[in-house]
């Protein structure tokens, strides 16, 4: 239900002016430019970001990165990026380095929304993992989008949630309303 509210809200934003539309559902997570889709249909397609079944998080997540992608990635599948599920100690923290930003702004997004964040480190290797390293590079990435502004797209959709969802919490911008990750 959450993420169906999300899909509407996002969809009302973005769906005429970005051509986008956001999809739950999928297997997988997958960002899919209407470039791609129209190769496999004959009428012209909205690009589509799919999240994971009805997972409020991942809609969110998801939303993130297409939030973050500039023009050229969002002609591209999955935004010509790869994801490689099993990953070492130095993969993880590259990993990490690349999925700071979209989890801080999923986290600005869940605040805007009135729903809990979960860090997602994504790996079940925990030997790999530096699950207080992470926590301190998305808690850096939330301050600094906080204090410097977010991105065009992702000020609109925060400023929807906040608005339009049952719990959303017009306080999203403030730092004061953010506090420390847990470790």
């Not at 970001?49 to 969002?74: M, N, P, Q, T």
């Amino acid at each position: 239900m959450l993420a169906a509210r999300i899909s509407e809200i996002f969809d009302q934003q973005f769906q005429v002016p970005s051509q986008t539309v956001l999809v739950g559902g999928g297997e997988e997570p997958v960002y899919l430019p209407a470039t791609y889709l129209s190769l496999t249909s004959q009428s012209a397609a909205l690009s589509q970001i799919v999240f994971r079944a009805d997972y409020a998080a991942s809609a969110l997540h998801e939303v993130a990165h297409w939030c973050l992608a500039g023009a050229d990635r969002r002609l591209l599948l999955d935004y010509g990026y790869w994801y490689d599920a099993e990953r070492d100690a130095q993969q993880q923290a590259r990993f990490e380095q690349v999925e700071g930003r979209p989890q801080a702004l999923e986290r600005i997004f869940s605040q805007a929304a009135g729903l809990p964040f979960k860090v997602s480190c994504d790996n079940f290797d925990d030997q790999a993992l530096d699950k207080m390293r992470f926590c301190s590079c998305i808690q850096t990435h939330t301050q600094a989008f906080l204090s410097r502004g977010l991105p065009r797209r992702a000020r609109r959709f925060a400023v929807a949630l906040a608005a339009h969802m049952p719990q959303g919490r017009a306080d999203f911008a403030t730092l004061a309303s953010y506090g420390q990750l847990p470790d």
